[in-house]
């Protein structure tokens, strides 16, 4: 096992919110030594190698809860390995995958396999979600103590809407048994098939509308039945300034609820489609200016635990066509980081709270969700050493075609994001280093 | 953001593509319209012809199916002298198995000069005008529910052919609004020409409220509506939305929004009634008041034809 030292770094712990010059080092998979200033245990370290990191950020991995890899699905491409170098590139090494692959994850042999070939690629650590029910139907339930057993962290619809309350109350209570976690985009089946936010740009342009009531009837519905089954929910991708009041009003109310939003609604709206730009083809839709800041406020303040870079591979020809036609989605892992630092700088938070947005806040969701302890979690000695080291001020420009991951389709095309991975370790093994 | 030039005007905000009415300047608006007015005598003499397309060649690539918008293309390019090629790809490109983009790649290697392009989706000409050979112009011939520029430009001829002053008029469009394009087309000339009042009339299924962003004055009550407007479009309705969950039954529909007499009378004596066509007569209009003094729909045919030689012509005298 090697043992390695990272020097000269900035070490920042979002968890404490220390940000302080220091050192850390390596071992056996686990942090061994959290330095701040000079310790002399460093000297006794015996490094295989030594990392001068040059002022470097060093911060716990990224975590990711909503990543699509395409596989099952897509074996013959060899997208999983193609993604999965992604993440590490973007400095993720723990992910949530949903269960919308093809076929869906509703077996216990598809999870074993994912998670087989996974571990073999040696990159970030995945974490399936397994269907919640059978085939995403939404009709009969799945096994889910034997997909949990397979290594499933929670149950997911993935972005289709059950239409059948019934089967989402039964649903719910059948997690609730468990003690499972069930992660929810509220979304009403009927209103929000639409391909863009209603309002004016899509009266504008004539594409078909999601009102807002679609994601705050759904809400609504599946505070209701939490109430009632008592089941634990992750709410995903919530988009609206509406949809975040009823989330703020449920957790106060003590809900056992978690959320997260993607880079996408965080900086974007509806206007960013312009002349019928497909990279803007998302789910959910873009919306308005309003709901925008609402979702900076609410990650800011933490009624939203986490940003996700709602990853979701889509090859090149599945763009150009008409906007409605084209295929939903846009690749997201390696411009994770980029997206928290541009938000974090704009809305002056700190590095260390700015980061707590895609390491500890995140990582906090999983472990509940896998029901283990948060325990030596993030930049703490004995921790698991799933490190991402970054400079801060080195900044880039966003270009599908120099990306790892083969899905090219970004709305952040030409952006300029400040922040440049340059390692990532997974349990203390080098996953990642950038070149030159 | 990036590259948000409107992607019909070229460096020197000159009409290159007609893809939609939305952005385009009024002066842009009044030239085509005055072009128009030049070829109506063409289209009355008994040699029909002007040589401005001669040698050039106008491919109608029509993925939803319409004989009657192909129909006036075809005539106005042929007035012009140019060369017709009709392709009726009826279904989307997708459903065809060859994409939209690789059709476009393969006609342009044909020398294509203009391609006129009907679409089901919102936007698909815009992706066409992106990626065709630069030399090549497309006009809109009615994308999704987006828009139908010609049609809104040949409406805009008739109504400054009849009142001649747009900034004095009320204009009340009538029907299925959120699913038209062609009351997106009207909505924008109109508030480009400078027209006072819009009225957007109908039930609030097919009326939203969040058309009011589009600068128009919403009724949902058809004798307010109509009252003493000078101009009434009443725009087709759509077999499939005769009943379900839109309207309950055409029946129905006809008594509430439908024209009649009693209701035109409402309006101004001299109002005139027009409509894009092909006409449901005792669904949203009576016969009598489609035969009626007051109606212009025939005559908008006939300027929709010297409107489309105007936009043909304007648009291939321009360089990317």
Redesign the interface.
């Known amino acids: 096992m090697s043992r390695i030292l990272i020097t000269n770094a900035r070490v920042v712990d979002p968890a404490s919110g220390r940000d302080d010059p220091g050192a850390v080092a390596l071992d056996g998979g686990r942090i061994a030594i959290v330095a701040r200033g000079h310790d002399p245990r460093l000297s006794d370290f015996d490094a295989t190698r030594t990392i001068d990191a040059r002022g470097a950020v060093v911060v716990p991995g990224l975590v990711d809860l909503a990543a699509r890899l395409g596989e099952p699905g897509s074996e013959h491409t060899g997208l999983l390995e193609s993604e999965l170098a992604a993440a590490v590139a973007g400095g993720v090494t723990s992910l949530v995958c949903p269960p919308d692959t093809d076929p869906v994850l509703d077996e216990p042999g598809l999870v074993t396999m994912l998670k087989f070939r996974a571990r073999n690629l040696h990159r970030a650590r995945l974490y399936p979600l397994g269907a919640l029910t059978q085939g995403l139907k939404g009709e009969a339930l799945t096994e889910m103590a034997e997909l949990r057993e397979a290594g499933c962290v929670g149950f997911s619809h993935a972005d289709v809407a059950i239409r059948d309350t019934l089967v989402l109350h039964r649903a719910l209570q059948y997690a609730a048994t468990f003690g499972y976690t069930v992660w929810l985009r509220p979304n009403d089946a009927w209103l929000g098939n639409g391909v863009a936010a209603k309002g004016p740009l899509a009266t504008r342009l004539g594409l078909s509308g999601v009102p807002v009531l679609a994601e705050t009837i759904a809400l609504a519905t599946i505070f209701e039945l939490m109430r009632d089954t008592g089941a634990r929910v992750h709410l995903c991708r919530l988009s609206s300034a509406a949809g975040i009041e009823l989330v703020r009003a449920a957790k106060a109310e003590g809900l056992p609820l978690t959320c997260d939003a993607s880079i996408h609604q965080l900086h974007l709206i509806d206007v960013d489609i312009g002349y019928f730009d497909s990279a803007m083809r998302l789910v959910p839709p873009l919306r308005q200016q309003r709901d925008r800041d609402a979702i900076r406020a609410a990650l800011a303040d933490g009624t939203i635990d986490a940003l996700v870079s709602d990853h979701t591979p889509v090859m090149e020809d599945a763009k150009h066509l008409p906007f409605a036609e084209a295929e939903p989605g846009a690749t997201g892992l390696e411009l994770l980081l980029g997206a928290a630092l541009k938000w974090g700088e704009a809305t002056k938070l700190g590095m260390a709270k700015t980061l707590a947005v895609v390491t500890t806040r995140p990582a906090a969701v999983l472990a509940r969700s896998r029901g283990v302890a948060e325990s030596r979690q993030g930049l703490q000695e004995g921790a698991a050493a799933d490190l991402c080291v970054f400079a801060a001020d080195e900044s880039w420009t966003v270009d599908g075609t120099t990306l790892a991951s083969r899905s090219r389709h970004t709305p952040f095309a030409r952006y300029e994001m400040r922040g440049r991975v340059h390692f990532t370790f997974v349990a203390g093994a080098l996953a990642y280093e950038a070149a030159g | 953001?990036?590259?948000?030039r409107?992607?019909q005007l070229n460096a020197n905000d000159e009409l290159i593509h007609l893809l939609s009415i939305?952005g385009l300047p009024q002066a842009t608006l009044q030239h085509i319209l005055d072009t128009a007015g030049t070829f109506l005598s063409v289209n009355e003499r008994d040699v029909k012809k002007v040589p401005l397309l001669r040698g050039k060649s106008v491919f109608n690539l029509f993925f939803e199916n319409s004989t009657r918008t192909r129909t006036t293309f075809e005539i106005a390019a042929k007035r012009l002298s140019a060369d017709v090629i009709n392709l009726d790809i009826a279904r989307?490109s997708?459903a065809k198995g060859e994409?939209?983009?690789d059709t476009i790649a393969n006609l342009s290697a044909m020398h294509a000069d203009m391609f006129v392009v009907r679409?089901s989706?919102?936007?698909?000409p815009?992706?066409i005008a992106q990626?065709c050979a630069p030399h090549v112009h497309v006009v809109n011939a009615g994308?999704?529910?987006?828009?139908h520029p010609t049609q809104g430009l040949l409406d805009m001829y008739t109504i400054r052919h009849y009142k001649h002053d747009f900034t004095q008029l009320t204009v009340a469009i009538v029907g299925d609004i959120v699913h038209s394009?062609v009351a997106?087309s009207d909505i924008h000339a109109l508030t480009t020409l400078g027209v006072p009042e819009i009225r957007a009339v109908g039930p609030k299924t097919l009326v939203?409220g969040?058309?009011r962003?589009?600068g128009v004055r919403v009724c949902h009550d058809m004798a307010e509506g109509v009252r003493d407007a000078d101009v009434i479009i009443m725009l087709r309705l759509q077999n499939e939305r005769m009943s379900g969950a839109m309207l309950p039954s055409a029946g129905e529909y006809f008594k509430t929004f439908g024209l009649d007499a009693a209701k035109l009378a409402l309006a101004k004596p001299d109002a005139i009634v027009m409509h894009p066509g092909p006409i449901n007569r005792g669904v949203e209009i009576d016969s009598a008041v489609v035969d009626g003094q007051q109606s212009v729909i025939l005559p908008q045919v006939t300027f929709g034809i010297a409107v489309r030689m105007a936009v043909m012509s304007i648009i291939a005298g321009n360089s990317p």
């Open positions: 953001m990036f590259g948000r409107n992607p939305e989307s997708t994409s939209l983009l679409h989706e919102s936007g698909a815009y992706l990626h994308d999704g529910r987006h828009s394009r997106r939203p969040d058309l962003e589009m």
